[in-house]
């Protein structure tokens, strides 16, 4: 399954185009407005989400609810096209870029007059259509068992460090919360962080972890680096604008570790068939997935748009500025978290239909049961 995105932050919708996706899945369209839903809520957020109502248009690729086979496209409309396609041109004279955006070098790169074209569409709008195309792989996810889930474990200074074990109630405080950490008192302190924040005309980050559960082991392979589902889980979590650390399983605490200590050792039960009483490789092995759940953290930068600015220049006259202010979050990790269920559901779906086949949904749930039915069986 390949994506491309189109759309600017200001433009008049967000696009998407979603090839070989497999037919005769039946696709809830008030899920998949759920999941968008759930990217704009947080914390922190500015106030274009109190305009915005994402909510998905299906173009092409599903007739009577049911996938064809042929591409899917979907549109996203941005509701504040209409409060800025007029005044859009005549601000066209941006040249103080945001040090931490992509504002310097994309002006440079594109040889722009403004900055304004490099604000829109590098801006993580985007990743409404992301969290889109993460719905549809979450769609066949389900159907197969695999449930994908995310929780936010730091903002600022502010760090839950529980090992969390995925449950209804679990998943119903990190839901309840509005920084999508499941831990009560840990929440406020993590709101308060965001208020200290902006109330001094600032931004602040902070991290997530996302888990998938349920897996089949052998999903990615160690044959080429290009093939290893680590390396590409990696490099999507990498890819969500923000982030700037990825992390699988106890990744960074395994540089300190023994051998024997670090490798979650393999023991076999009658009932359970192959288990392991620790997950410090994060459910993956030699660029495959072992059958444990696939444990991903991320870290995320504060927001680069500050009210009070930062220090940079005018590009043409070279003389010391302030950043420009742009409507911006405070902070956006809650939403990113988001993100990151849709990146890691898209590379665990792609992973899936490499090995399974990728035409139509029958056939895949078919050769997905009899692999299940062969391990079992060893
Ligand atoms: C969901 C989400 C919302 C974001 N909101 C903003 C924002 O309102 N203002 C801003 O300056 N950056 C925001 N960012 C971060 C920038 O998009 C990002 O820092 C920028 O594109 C530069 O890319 P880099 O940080 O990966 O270098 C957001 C990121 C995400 C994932």
Redesign the pocket.
Known sequence: MKYLTAGESHGKAIVGIIDSYPSGVRIDIDFINNELKR?QK?FG??E?MAIEDDRVDIISGIRKEKSTGSPISFLIYNKDWKNWKDKIDKEDNLLNP?P???DFSGLLKYHLASIRDTIER????E?AARVCVGSFAKIILKMLGINIFSYVNQIGKVVYKNDVKINLDIVKKTEDSQVRCPDNKKSLEMKQEIIKASENGN?IGGGFKIIATNLVPGIGSYNQGSSRIDAKIAYSIMS?????AVEIGEGFKSAGMKGTDFHDKIYYDDKKGFTRRTNNAGGIEGGMTNGEPIIIGAK??P????VKGIETVNIKSKKKEISLK?????C?VP??S??GEAMLSIEILNGILEKFGKDNIDEIINNYNSYKEYINKI
Do not use: F, L
Request: no cysteine; glycine share 12%.
């Open positions: 990217r947080g957020r500015g274009r945001r931490g955006h992509a590098s801006s993580a709008r990743t931004s969500i604008p923000g982030i700037k995320m930068k927001i680069p748009t500050t742009e409507r911006s979050d405070v956006a939403s990113a988001i993100v």
